[in-house]
């Protein structure tokens, strides 16, 4: 079962506006990482964040972490139709070992040319 | 470096049949970690290889497995094929097993029929 929940499941936006993703989870978390899916290929790796972090820039993306609220958020700032996918949380569990990652359900962002 | 690779990028089969999935990861990575991915169920951890050893299993029937060979490449394998194991199966590699990024490659599409 997905520990994370993904709001809002679907954001259709102009270009160059902002997107911003939020994701919640439910355990204690070593990082909280996001990916981005394009139409039913690879995920590809966007930021990864620990969890003694509050923020964290990347380019055109800004992640936030609030542990105590067990949630994060993913800003786009300047989207393009190019950022058009599937963006999904992910987090490692503190109480496992290894690197197994509970995904949340995504959100499909569209940017509208 | 050469990304994650995945053979077949696709596969139809029949119920009942078996089938196995291949995974070379990014060159020096010694974690492989397999993934499935459905509409219903979302992203799923199936289970990592860590050093030719299974780190950590999800909760899948034992008619998957898996394997890894000393050069790191990983496969996994589905027996006596169900309608619902059709999914996309991805594989994600990273430097050692724990909390860091995983990389994935582009996933191999198997179709039950």
């Known amino acids: 079962s997905q520990q994370g929940e993904e709001d809002p499941q679907a954001l259709s936006i102009q270009e160059g506006e902002n997107a911003t993703m939020n994701c919640s989870y439910k355990t204690s978390i070593n990082n909280l990482q996001w990916y981005r899916q394009n139409s039913g290929r690879g995920l590809v790796h966007l930021i990864l964040?620990?969890?003694?972090?509050r923020e964290k820039h990347s380019g055109r993306l800004r992640v936030t972490l609030d542990t105590s609220k067990k949630s994060s958020s993913l800003l786009i700032t300047a989207s393009r139709a190019a950022d058009t996918a599937s963006y999904f949380c992910?987090?490692?569990?503190?109480?496992?070992?290894?690197?197994?990652?509970?995904f949340g359900e995504g959100t499909q962002l569209t940017v509208n040319p | 470096k050469a990304g994650v690779t995945q053979t077949p990028r696709y596969l139809i089969k029949t119920r009942g049949q078996q089938v196995t999935l291949s995974c070379s990861p990014i060159s020096g990575h010694r974690s492989v970690s397999w993934y499935q991915q459905t509409p219903g169920q979302g992203l799923q951890f199936l289970f990592e290889?860590?050093?030719?050893?299974?780190?950590n299993k999800g909760n899948f029937p034992g008619r998957f497995s898996g394997r890894q060979f000393s050069n790191s490449r990983s496969e996994m394998n589905v027996s006596t094929l169900e309608l619902g194991d059709s999914a996309l199966y991805l594989c994600?590699?990273?430097?050692?097993?724990?909390?860091?990024?995983?990389?994935f490659g582009p996933g191999t599409r198997l179709t039950v029929l």
């Open positions: 290889y860590f050093s030719e050893t299974q780190r």
């Open positions: 964040i620990r969890s003694n972090e």
């Open positions: 992910a987090t490692g569990d503190r109480r496992t070992s290894g690197s197994r990652l509970t």
């Open positions: 994600a590699s990273s430097q050692t097993s724990g909390y860091n990024e995983q990389f």
